[in-house]
């Protein structure tokens, strides 16, 4: 069982940067890819960006590349999102999430475990 709490959202102007924080209890931490998602008012939890258990292969939706760094620190067991060079349509709800597999990294229904969400707001 692995549980995910995430923090760092908040309200920041467009152009502006927030990074995200997931902490994960469990000793398996380190075996688990780890994604971020996002939900918009309305619409369907989408991928954003995901790494695997080593760090060694990362993945972005194409609207975050360039823009979005996941990284992992499995000393520490937590996953981050820097999101740089925020814009409006990046206001969602975003999700952290954790998988034992190491395939379909931008598959929601691959996950198994899910946290709360945090907030993040980009104002124009």
């Known amino acids: 069982q692995v549980q995910l709490v995430e923090s760092g959202g908040g309200l920041v102007q467009a152009g502006g940067s927030l990074r995200l924080s997931c902490a994960a209890s469990?000793?398996?931490?380190?075996?688990?890819?780890m994604g971020w998602f996002r939900q918009a008012p309305g619409k369907e939890r989408e991928f954003v960006a995901a790494?695997?258990?080593?760090?060694?292969?990362?993945y972005y939706t194409d609207s975050v590349k360039g823009r979005f760094t996941i990284s992992r620190d499995n000393a520490k067991n937590t996953v981050y999102l820097l999101m740089n060079s925020l814009k409006p349509e990046d206001t969602a709800v975003y999700y952290c999430?954790?998988?034992?597999?190491?395939?379909?990294?931008?598959?929601?229904?691959?996950?198994?475990?899910w946290g709360q969400g945090t907030q993040v707001t980009v104002s124009s």
């Open positions: 999430a954790a998988q034992s597999g190491s395939t379909w990294y931008t598959v929601l229904n691959k996950y198994d475990y």
């Open positions: 469990g000793r398996t931490f380190s075996s688990y890819t």
């Open positions: 790494i695997s258990w080593n760090g060694g292969r990362l």
